[in-house]
């Protein structure tokens, strides 16, 4: 099955494509702003941060930031997901592209720490973070607890890739309560063994679609990917169109629209629904 559908974001991308004022954070690598499937995205930077455009479009950092671009921001009617091309994009690169060192798709509690504070500044009401924390240890975390903390307060929505180390178990990002984490699910709705788990990731997080998905690559055409870095972000585009829908929701209340339906107390989060989210949300609002 497709990815939109997958995960019932048909009807909701029908409704909308997103609204400018939804700020959507995205922490991850530079990105080519230049691509033909970028070309009309209302794409900004944070202060801080490395060089938000790609100076070495074949550097890792820069694939794996364009793709996750292309899934939320990319233009309709190119095989990339597109799914929230009016909201405005604002990115924190914590991948340099110019880096010859290191782990991409990594970053360190201190970066992501700063990456969501410089989010929260620039107006994001929904963060995603498709990156693991580089050699986490609890010791070096408090200052990426407390920008959680701040987010929770602030009412931005954070969502995170769980990882895909096949590991039992959550870290700083995916155990903070405020964090949706998200697993990988194949195109027949399955779960993928390779995802992180855990009882905090079964209990708050969400499935979804992480199998050979198309977006767009960093040499301006397309490219395929897979795991839960390509999965978060569409549970964060889901909340952008929900917002969209939606702007006077408090945080909470779209945050329980998308976590709800099919909730299940199980080491394997459900997959997102986004169609019943829609339909939770109708029918809340209509009591309101």
């Known amino acids: 099955m497709e990815a939109l559908p997958l995960v019932g974001l048909t009807e909701l991308t029908r409704r909308t494509a997103g609204h400018p004022d ?53 233009r309709r009617g190119i095989s990339a997901p597109a799914i929230c091309p009016q909201c405005t994009l604002c990115v924190h690169a914590v991948f340099a592209d110019h880096a010859a060192h290191g782990r991409t798709g990594a970053a360190t509690p201190d970066h992501l720490a700063d990456g969501i504070v410089a989010c929260l500044a620039a107006g994001a009401r929904v963060i995603n973070i498709s990156a693991a924390l580089y050699h986490p240890r609890p010791d070096h975390e408090r200052r990426l607890l407390d920008a959680l903390d701040l987010a929770a307060r602030r009412g931005a929505i954070v969502v995170v890739a769980a990882g895909n180390d096949r590991a039992i178990g959550s870290t700083a990002l995916t155990g903070h309560p405020w964090v949706i984490p998200v697993t990988a699910y194949d195109q027949a709705g399955r779960a993928m063994g390779r995802s992180n788990l855990g009882r905090s990731i079964g209990h708050r997080g969400l499935g979804g679609p992480g199998d050979r998905v198309t977006s767009l690559g960093s040499d301006g055409g397309l490219l395929t990917q897979s795991g839960t870095s390509v999965a978060a972000p569409f549970v964060t585009g889901a909340i952008a169109l929900l917002w969209s829908l939606f702007p006077d929701a408090a945080a909470p209340e779209v945050r329980l629209a998308v976590t709800a339906p099919n909730r299940r107390r199980a080491l394997v989060p459900p997959l997102l629904n986004a169609a019943a989210a829609l339909q939770w949300m109708s029918r809340r609002r209509r009591r309101v």
Request: overall charge neutral; glycine content about 16%.
């Open 22 to 74: 939804i700020v959507v954070g995205m922490i991850d690598g530079p990105v080519v702003s230049a691509h033909p499937g970028l070309q009309d995205a209302r794409i900004t930077v944070t202060r801080g941060g490395h060089t938000a455009s790609c100076v070495y479009p074949g550097h890792p950092a820069c694939v794996h930031g364009t793709f996750i671009a292309g899934i939320l921001a990319a």
